[in-house]
């Protein structure tokens, strides 16, 4: 069974930092790239950065660029999500998807763009106050 599990959500104060996890099982984990997504009260779900375990790139959209990191572990089949100069409006329900790596790394980024991923997970809530 393939499961994609996010944790580490919570409240945390503008200016703050917050880590997420993400755990995979079921599939061969350097095979696939993970994104993580979020959706905020009334917008829609919006890709906001991708990793290839395999190799180490990365994207980011330009909202998060600078302030959120990612990083896998192939060993532990885990990604993160670093989040440092949390704002407001990055408060949202927090998801991490996998997509297969094939096509090169621009396709990855526009399935990461379409929401076409092969498997989701379920979310967790980040709530950042002001």
């Known amino acids: 069974e393939v499961q994609l599990q996010a944790s580490g959500g919570g409240l945390v104060q503008a200016g703050g930092s917050l880590r997420l996890s993400c755990v995979a099982s079921g599939f061969t984990f350097d095979d696939y790239a993970i994104g993580w997504f979020r959706q905020a009260p009334g917008k829609e779900r919006e890709g906001i950065a991708l990793?290839?375990?395999?190799?180490?790139?990365?994207y980011y959209v330009d909202s998060v660029k600078g302030r959120f990191t990612m990083s896998s572990d192939s060993f532990q089949n885990t990604a993160t999500l670093q989040m440092n100069s949390l704002k407001p409006e990055d408060t949202a329900v927090y998801y991490c998807?996998?997509?297969?790596?094939?096509?090169?790394?621009?396709?990855?980024?526009?399935?990461?763009?379409?929401?076409?991923?092969?498997?989701w997970g379920k979310g967790t809530l980040v709530t950042v106050s002001s």
């Open positions: 990793i290839s375990p395999a190799d180490g790139s990365r």
């Open positions: 998807a996998a997509v297969h790596e094939r096509g090169g790394w621009g396709g990855l980024i526009r399935r990461l763009h379409g929401n076409r991923m092969d498997y």
